[in-house]
């Protein structure tokens, strides 16, 4: 919906923003801090802490929910009552009609499972979709907390169960998915040793995830020291062989690609 500047006014007056000028360079309304709030709106998902979008036009600010499903937000209930509006299911776009919603819908997903939230992910996953939630996993198999011992965020055994709960079918040919990731290639610094970063190109989020899961398990990919997960001298030489069923490895040696 458009609101007034008298709304504008009384978001201000009423403690949700401080001014104007911060309502519209952050563009939305945050859950003010410390909340207690019930499950699951107290999941650490930005889409549950930043629930309001705001933008400017030139009748006013618009304001309206990142989705649907958080009209039961008890913010945003706190704001639809203490402002007497109902705010807009459907989001507040910008002037070019462009709305958070879809990124938010993705900080559902890979904040909860950064956060080991993945069994309440899929609680929630109504507020997300299925492609953003093995894009997540795909996330979290990549990359590790910089304060955890464990390598990723999740593990292929969670991935797994993650992924047969959105129904994302596992594929029979396990070299598939991972020959359609792009051709490994080194990052050289300046210093230090070289990295083999594991890149691809547009793909959905069930072919990538898979081509993780599957590499990991396989031995094509393996994890650094700072918890990245990188390709492994074993993977190139197999990614180099594509679909052949045998390729040589890097001391003169034939080996099966399964």
């Not at 109902?86 to 956060?115: F, M």
């Not at 991972?178 to 490994?184: A, D, E, G, V």
Request: proline share 8%.
């Amino acid at each position: 919906m458009t609101t007034s500047t008298t709304t504008s006014e009384a978001l201000i007056r009423q403690g949700f923003v401080t001014n104007e000028y911060l309502l519209g360079i952050n563009g939305g309304l945050s859950v003010p801090s410390p909340a207690d709030l019930p499950p699951p709106w107290n999941l650490p998902s930005r889409l549950f802490q930043f629930p309001i979008e705001t933008s400017e036009h030139e009748d006013g600010i618009h304001i309206g929910l990142l989705y649907p499903a958080l009209a039961d937000h008890p913010f945003v209930a706190v704001i639809e009552q203490k402002l007497g509006i109902t705010l807009d299911r459907e989001g507040a776009a910008n002037p070019y009609g462009y709305s958070k919603s879809d990124t938010a819908q993705w900080w559902h997903a890979v904040d909860l499972i950064c956060a080991g939230h993945w069994q309440a992910l899929l609680d929630t996953r109504h507020f997300t979709t299925s492609d953003y939630i093995a894009r997540a996993v795909a996330y979290g198999l990549t990359y590790s907390h910089h304060e955890a011992r464990r390598m990723g965020y999740i593990s292929p055994q969670e991935a797994r169960q993650i992924m047969a709960a959105i129904d994302a079918p596992e594929p029979q040919n396990r070299r598939s998915h991972i020959l359609t990731l792009s051709r490994p290639l080194p990052c050289k610094p300046d210093k230090g040793a070289e990295h083999w970063p594991i890149n691809h190109p547009p793909m959905s989020g069930d072919t990538l995830a898979w081509a993780l899961i599957h590499g990991i398990e396989d031995g094509w990919f393996a994890y650094d020291r700072s918890g990245f997960l990188h390709w492994t001298p074993a993977g190139r030489e197999r990614y180099a062989a594509g679909d052949q069923d045998t390729f040589t490895t890097a001391s003169g040696q034939g080996a099966f690609a399964f």
